[in-house]
């Protein structure tokens, strides 16, 4: 953590590189089921307000929504893994 290896940003510009919470259970970042609607989930936290995405039959087709939205909103490629 030398100075010079770090980065002057914000706290929210640093959250776009943040690994996956301990706490998920699908297995990606920002997707979620909800059992009220029987649908998978997919919403995205930008500079602190939560958005939301929407609602998919189908995993695989939250998570394509989940990393179209991670793309135009410049987060990092590692966001959510590790």
Known sequence: NRLDNLRDVSGFTNQKNAKRSAANKSGFTGVSWKK???????????????????????????????????????????????
């Open 36 to 82: 009220k609607t029987n649908r998978w989930v997919s919403q995205i936290k930008i500079d602190g307000i939560v958005y939301h995405i929407g609602y998919y039959k189908n995993l695989s087709d939250a998570v394509q929504a989940r990393v179209n939205t991670e793309i135009a909103n410049g987060f990092h490629v590692n966001h959510g893994r590790g």
